[in-house]
């Protein structure tokens, strides 16, 4: 497998309107896709950074993995998501490496992505998305 492009760098905020007010003001970033992602109970904001993106993330539910994020940890860098050609050839790749998967398969995305998560444990503390466009 080989990383084709940095995708996004997701941050974890409390208020994403706020969070893409300050992005706009303070740095000039422009507004690419706003979803609700409801089934992993988030809203997600892509700013655009040449061909990749911020992505801002804030919880749609108490019970979203996003949400006990901010409560153990507060807002701050969530998880590195990095472009691949295949996402289920680089998902076999990385277990077979030795990477913990989070997704067995890999599965639906914002955008209409292809995505698979692998575990902070065995990436040395980062959550890393591998994503399929
Ligand atoms: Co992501």
């Not at 295949?86 to 990477?99: K, N, P, Q, S």
Request: charged share 25%; glycine share 8%; net charge negative.
């Amino acid at each position: 497998m080989a990383l084709t492009e940095l995708d996004h760098i997701a941050i974890a905020v409390h208020d994403l309107d706020a969070a893409i007010d300050w992005y706009a003001t303070t740095l000039g970033a422009t507004l690419a896709h706003r979803e609700v992602v409801e089934r992993d109970g988030v809203e997600e904001a892509l700013l655009n950074v040449a061909e990749s993106y911020v992505q801002l993330l804030t919880p749609t539910r108490d019970d979203s993995p996003v949400a006990k994020f901010l409560a153990n940890k507060g807002e701050g860098l969530h998880h590195v998501g990095y472009r691949v050609a295949d996402c289920g050839a680089a998902l076999t790749d990385a277990v077979e490496a030795g990477a913990r998967a989070i997704d067995e398969q890999p599965r639906l995305g914002s955008r209409g992505t292809t995505v698979a998560f692998l575990h902070p444990k065995t990436s040395f503390g980062t959550l890393i998305e591998l994503v399929q466009e």
